[in-house]
Structure formats: structure tokens, C-alpha cells
T-cell receptor, first 114, second 111 residues
Framework: DAGVIQSPRHEVTEMGQEVTLRCKPI?????LFWYRQTMMRGLELLIY????????DSGMPEDRFSAKMPNASFSTLKIQPSEPRDSAVYFC????????????FGAGTRLSVL | GESVGLHLPTLSVQEGDNSIINCAYS??????FIWYKQESGKGPQFIIDIRSNMDKRQGQRVTVLLNKTVKHLSLQIAATQPGDSAVYFC??????????FGTGTSLTVIP
């Protein structure tokens, strides 16, 4: 099993630019999660999907952030426009479903907004 | 001004010794717990889990203990090895889907 696959691994961009992070969950998993990790705030849940439907986006910082899951094997997290304070490591995780299942994490995307 | 980050508890142990990492969780209704290991530059990796109907669970070289009375979780690593050096997170859930992660403990194994 390839695990959760995220791309790119590193992204460096300038303030104001659009950034798109990508995630391919583990095949057969029907829940997908986007997290952000920073030294200041630790690991924060941004949004999660069940069966491709967004369930809870209360962790999304503001309207500049959006996430989509057009099908069971792909999700994107978009930041437009990006700001320096968005610099962080963004993780995607997937699990088999609800009711307390192990979440498996990707390797993350390290985003630097200059 | 000075930036303030999370204060990460640290633990240093000699190679071969046993390690105990502690976690206080916040919600008495939490019914499922996971320990994750995160190495530098990598994503959190599942180590072991435990449900609230159990007090103890053992894996390979690792044991998780759950004390619901005081809302405390611990991870014991036997015969700690240099490869165990990482940040360890406990995660709790009561919704079945949304996990809440602790701030983590940094473990350093001294060869």
C-alpha cells in the first residue's frame, strides 16, 4: 500500500499567490482530513470529509482557504491569496470511516510564503 | 517582539532503558486514543491505539496504559533505541472522527 500521498513536498511562493496542495488518500478509505502544523499552534484540524462531502470546516482559518474532494481518490487544499502567516506544514490523513478509526498521515507539504 | 511557540516537554533516555511518555487528555467522554510518532520531516505515524473499555494494550516493545479516572494516558517503550528518537503525540476522540492532538513530547535517545 502506497499510503497517503501528498504533493508537492515543498512549496515556496510569494505573498499574494495562489497555492494548491494535493492529497491522494489510501484506497478504500472514506474519510479524509486536512491538518496544519506550526510551532506556535501544534497540529490543527482544518477540515474533514466523509464520502467526499465536507463535514466540518470550522478549523479553516478564513475565506482564503478552501478545500475540495471531487472524488474518493483526490482532494485539494487551496489558499488564495497566500500570506506569510500561512507558512506551515500541511498534512493530509485518511481513515476507513467513522466511529474511531486510525488516521494515516501523508508526509506533508512544507509551505513557505515569502 | 519575541515569538512564543509551544513548549514541548522533552525526555532524554539512555539506549536500552525503558521510556515512559505521559499525556493528560481533556475530555472525560473521549472513548478512543491513539499514540503517534513523528520523526523530523515526516508525518505522524501510528504506533498503538486503545479504546476506553480497556486499561492496557501491548504492542511490539510498546505498551499503552489508560487511566480514565484521572484522564491520563501513557506510552511505555521498552529497550529504547536511537530510532525511537522523535516527537510523540497522543490523540483523543469522542466524536469518532475528529481527533484532538496533544502538544507532543520530544524523546531523545542517547547512544
Amino acid at each position: 500500500d502506497a499510503g497517503v500521498i501528498q504533493s508537492p513536498r515543498h512549496e515556496v511562493t510569494e505573498m499574494g499567490q495562489e497555492v494548491t496542495l494535493r492529497c491522494k488518500p489510501i484506497s478504500g478509505h472514506n474519510s479524509l482530513f486536512w491538518y496544519r502544523q506550526t510551532m506556535m499552534r501544534g497540529l490543527e484540524l482544518l477540515i474533514y470529509f466523509n464520502n467526499n462531502v465536507p463535514i466540518d470546516d470550522s478549523g479553516m482559518p478564513e475565506d482564503r482557504f478552501s478545500a475540495k474532494m471531487p472524488n474518493a481518490s483526490f482532494s485539494t487544499l487551496k489558499i488564495q491569496p497566500s500570506e506569510p502567516r500561512d507558512s506551515a506544514v500541511y498534512f493530509c490523513a485518511s481513515s476507513q470511516g467513522t466511529g474511531g478509526y486510525i488516521q494515516y498521515f501523508g508526509a506533508g507539504t512544507r509551505l513557505s510564503v515569502l | 517582539g519575541e515569538s512564543v511557540g509551544l513548549h514541548l516537554p522533552t525526555l532524554s533516555v539512555q539506549e536500552g532503558d525503558n521510556s515512559i511518555i505521559n499525556c493528560a487528555y481533556s475530555n472525560s467522554a473521549s472513548d478512543y486514543f491513539i499514540w503517534y510518532k513523528q520523526e523530523s520531516g515526516k508525518g505522524p505515524q501510528f504506533i498503538i491505539d486503545i479504546r476506553s473499555n480497556m486499561d492496557k494494550r501491548q504492542g511490539q516493545r510498546v505498551t499503552v496504559l489508560l487511566n480514565k479516572t484521572v484522564k491520563h494516558l501513557s506510552l511505555q517503550i521498552a529497550a529504547t533505541q536511537p530510532g525511537d528518537s522523535a516527537v510523540y503525540f497522543c490523540a483523543e476522540t469522542y466524536t469518532g472522527n475528529q481527533f484532538y492532538f496533544g502538544t507532543g513530547t520530544s524523546l531523545t535517545v542517547i547512544p
